[in-house]
């Protein structure tokens, strides 16, 4: 409770207070209140601290999460990755040590493919499941900025068009189980970057790349807006008091971007063509399966606060191993608890 707000207004009625309540329940599983530092929402670091918990535990009657029979990815999905603009040949390894983790099956518990298994409840119409195969596919390099160093969502598109129709080595088309990562530079200006978002998913448009094909955008926030998409190995200057954790790679900004693609993976898994799997009745604003837990890492997260986390002996912070490295990942909306949830959980 903030300070100086007491008995500034007369309390409610009860009925009142309790629709008041529910009301702001419902408002509550909007997209937009999946909590980040964002620069226009600037609030004072007690309201930061003591923010609500967004694992709505004890309130799941309220998300309304359905499936709306469109596809989801059931057969083994192939990751094929955009590396566009400058990359180093470490950031490389710690993404695709990542997407690698997502189906080992010798990790250390916690494990990235124990987060994976909460995906894998979401079935299609005909009972099948989420697979439990994902592998690194090939790869296409633009280092030249062929699109340019500020991109808009059409224009990300016309990158991956790029990439698949190029005249030397072009990736697969495979609309059924093709899964397209475009990674950006920290040098690369991207629509909506750092104000509105780290990444995004949807699907490519016919009359651009010539197929329908699920993608997912996601930045590198490490010269741009490392304390929005970077958090928490990044703490914005106006939240004074709050420590930046140490990330597990020793890189914020890739480590930052693990826990976006993460993300992105999983709602293009459960809802690859904005059809299958999510919460609201605007299929073009879904609030979908990792909307849901943003910014919750471990038991008792939720607003500035990630949750019950691992340190490891350098000080590194992390939630997941994953092919002999550490990972921070954010939870996911787990269909059969019906709450967020995750391999690290202390109370499951």
């Known amino acids: 409770?903030?300070?100086?707000?007491?008995?500034?207004?007369?309390?409610?009625?009860?009925?009142?207070?309790?629709?008041?309540?529910?009301?702001?329940?419902?408002?509550?599983?909007?997209?937009?209140?999946g909590w980040r530092p964002w620069p226009h929402l600037q609030t004072n670091t007690t309201?930061?601290?003591?923010?609500?918990?967004?694992?709505?535990?004890?309130?799941?009657?309220?998300?309304?999460?359905?499936?709306?029979?469109?596809?989801?990815?059931?057969?083994?999905?192939?990751?094929?990755?955009?590396?566009?603009?400058?990359?180093?040949?470490?950031?490389?390894?710690?993404?695709?040590?990542?997407?690698?983790?997502?189906?080992?099956?010798?990790?250390?518990?916690?494990?990235?493919?124990?987060?994976?298994?909460?995906?894998?409840?979401?079935?299609?119409?005909?009972?099948?499941?989420?697979?439990?195969?994902?592998?690194?596919?090939?790869?296409?390099?633009?280092?030249?900025?062929?699109?340019?160093?500020?991109?808009?969502?059409?224009?990300?598109?016309s990158v991956i068009k790029s990439a698949v129709t190029a005249s030397t080595r072009p990736l697969p088309v495979n609309p059924k189980s093709g899964l397209y990562l475009l990674l950006t530079s920290d040098d690369v200006h991207v629509q909506d970057f750092c104000g509105q978002v780290c990444g995004f998913h949807y699907f490519?448009?016919?009359?651009?790349?010539?197929?329908?094909?699920?993608?997912?955008?996601?930045?590198?926030?490490?010269?741009?807006?490392?304390?929005?998409?970077?958090?928490?190995?990044?703490?914005?200057?106006?939240?004074?008091?709050?420590?930046?954790l140490k990330s597990p790679n020793g890189d914020s900004g890739v480590d930052g971007m693990i826990s976006v693609i993460a993300h992105e993976i999983a709602e293009l898994a459960t809802n690859p063509l904005v059809n299958a799997w999510y919460a609201g009745q605007d299929p073009s604003f879904p609030t979908e399966i990792a909307d849901l837990c943003e910014g919750i890492y471990g038991t008792g997260g939720g607003g500035s606060y990630t949750g019950q986390l691992m340190d490891g002996s350098d000080g590194a912070t992390y939630n997941v191993n994953g092919g002999g490295r550490r990972f921070l990942v954010q939870w996911v909306w787990n269909p059969v608890l019906n709450y967020c949830s995750g391999p690290n959980a202390l109370d499951q």
Request: charged share 15%; glycine share 8%.
């Open 1 to 33: 409770m903030r300070q100086g707000c007491v008995h500034r207004y007369p309390a409610p009625p009860v009925p009142v207070l309790l629709l008041l309540t529910l009301l702001f329940s419902l408002l509550s599983i909007s997209p937009v209140s």
């Open 47 to 157: 309201d930061l601290e003591y923010g609500p918990s967004k694992k709505f535990e004890g309130s799941s009657e309220f998300v309304h999460l359905r499936y709306h029979m469109g596809p989801v990815l059931t057969a083994n999905i192939t990751v094929h990755t955009i590396w566009y603009g400058t990359w180093q040949k470490s950031q490389k390894r710690i993404i695709r040590g990542f997407l690698n983790s997502i189906s080992s099956v010798d990790s250390k518990h916690p494990s990235v493919s124990g987060w994976w298994k909460t995906v894998r409840l979401y079935t299609d119409q005909t009972g099948a499941n989420i697979t439990r195969a994902v592998r690194v596919g090939e790869e296409k390099n633009d280092r030249f900025y062929s699109h340019g160093k500020s991109l808009t969502r059409l224009s990300i598109q």
């Open 204 to 244: 490519t448009f016919p009359s651009i790349v010539g197929y329908t094909l699920p993608y997912a955008w996601v930045g590198n926030s490490a010269k741009q807006c490392p304390g929005v998409c970077a958090y928490p190995f990044v703490v914005p200057v106006y939240m004074t008091g709050f420590k930046p």
